[in-house]
């Protein structure tokens, strides 16, 4: 066999994956399991489609190997086949807002609903755990905190935070986070305690972004 014959089949194998990944559904269950495994019908219910559309779609992601699954009793958990394809997730993230203004457009329409919300970098978030000075609340579903969470985070998912608003200290600042610049679940929880008469902070990025923003410190 030639190098033009190896090549052609190289990038054959190569356009399997861009296949699986031209569906925005099939993006977007890639994005909702980058935070954690997830069944059948949690994917359903998050991505408002029919369990039979989203096996569908997982049967695509899995015949490309981008994921991977389980049984768990009655139910199918799904996660992704490799971290390396959260990463992946990220940089298509990133390429995208740089290459289209529509994305930008997009994602600005999501910080206007945030207009006059404090938010809080990773640095600084950093250092003021360190010190002790803030409550660091992760309002994502139980199980994505448990996957994976920022250290020192407790897990506080929307509809226990409105019924455990009161227990909450009003002296002490809050810092809410959740799934990423895409995700405005922190937002509401801000809005939340600020009714309460805690001032909070809104943590704009990812429990990815968090663990490359420690990667880098060391």
Request: charged share 25%.
């Amino acid at each position: 066999m030639n190098e033009r014959n190896l090549r052609d089949l190289l990038y054959q194998e190569f356009a399997r994956i861009g296949k699986s990944l031209s569906s925005p559904k099939r993006l977007e269950i890639l994005d909702l399991l980058s935070q954690g495994p997830k069944s059948v019908e949690a994917l359903s219910k998050a991505t408002t489609m029919s369990v039979a559309n989203v096996s569908q779609h997982l049967q695509t992601l899995n015949n490309a190997r981008m994921v991977k699954f389980r049984k768990d009793g009655n139910y199918v958990i799904y996660e992704l086949a490799d971290d390396v394809i959260a990463d992946f997730i990220n940089s298509l993230h990133k390429l995208s807002e740089k290459q289209f203004v529509q994305v930008q457009q997009i994602k600005q329409e999501f910080l206007n609903a945030n207009t006059g919300m404090d938010g809080i970098s990773l640095a600084e978030l950093n250092e003021r755990m360190k010190q002790g000075e803030v409550l660091l609340l992760d309002v994502r579903p139980k199980e994505e905190y448990e996957n994976a969470h920022i250290p020192g985070a407790v897990s506080m998912p929307m509809e226990d935070l409105k019924e455990k608003l009161d227990s909450l200290p009003t002296n002490r600042e809050v810092v809410a986070y959740c799934r990423g610049t895409y995700c405005l679940w922190s937002a509401e929880a801000v809005e939340l305690l600020r009714s309460k008469g805690i001032h909070a902070y809104h943590l704009e990025k990812s429990v990815q972004e968090w663990n490359e923003f420690q990667e880098h410190l060391n």
